[in-house]
């Protein structure tokens, strides 16, 4: 599973889009919601910060807000990629995050 979620995530980059935690749940059958969904997410954006890559991750986003939900944040402050701070700072982290994505998959 955490392969097919990789490789989706890849493709979403690669071409320069993101997806919702629906669609994505959706194609790796998994509710969005789901913790398991969101630890494969934490693993994969873990794994691509160990690798010097941004958070591959960036690319799933909430359908009515267009950006990640608050554990991303938290997973960026824990890997030291982000220090926090108010919606604007993680609007402004986020759309960063998401710029070295697809720079670095390009």
């Not at 059958?29 to 969101?38: A, I, T, V």
């Not at 630890?39 to 690798?51: D, H, I, Q, Y």
């Not at 990629?81 to 609007?91: I, L, P, T, V």
């Amino acid at each position: 599973m955490r392969n097919g979620l990789y490789g989706e995530l890849v493709k979403l980059a690669r071409s320069g889009k993101t997806a919702s935690y629906t669609e994505i749940g959706g194609l790796v059958g998994l509710h969005p919601r789901s913790s398991r969904l969101h630890a494969l997410l934490s693993g994969v954006c873990t794994e691509e910060v160990g690798r010097g890559r941004p958070m591959l991750g960036a690319v799933v986003v909430g359908k009515s807000k267009g950006v990640p939900g608050g554990g991303f944040f938290h997973i960026a402050e824990r890997l030291g990629r982000f220090r926090g701070g108010d919606k604007a700072a993680e609007k402004e982290f986020f759309s960063r995050e998401l710029k070295a994505v697809y720079d670095a998959w390009q």
